[in-house]
């Protein structure tokens, strides 16, 4: 290869992988899109066991305890409400705070 034809070349690689570096992958376009949907909030008093496990830290065993919870003990009135449920602590409820409602107030 001359001097020339290198040259050529190696602006070539160096422009396709500028041009790589700013085009937004599939994968962070598909999680940009799917942002808005994990942001909306669950609402706590009205969500069955499979839309609960959907919280961060809540599995099939939790949300099931929090819909017998509000069967015993009717709707939730703050999302505090949620340690009163077995198993849900300071942790696993800062986790989830942002993403849970008890209706029209939150």
């Known amino acids: 290869m001359n ?7 190696m602006t070539a690689t160096l422009l396709a992988l500028a041009m790589l570096a700013v085009t937004p992958s599939p994968t962070k376009a598909a999680a940009t899109a799917a942002a808005p949907a994990a942001a909306e909030r669950i ?6 066991v499979d839309e609960l496990v959907a919280l961060p830290g809540i599995g099939r065993a939790y949300a099931e305890r929090i819909v017998e ?9 703050k999302p505090e409400d949620l340690l009163n449920v077995r198993g849900i602590g ?17």
């Open 3 to 9: 001097r020339a034809t290198r040259r050529v070349f």
């Open 43 to 48: 609402n706590i008093n009205t969500a069955g």
């Open 90 to 106: 300071e942790k696993t409820f800062e986790r989830i705070r942002e993403r849970v409602t008890v209706g029209s107030k939150s």
């Open 69 to 77: 919870y509000r069967t015993k003990n009717g709707p939730f009135k």
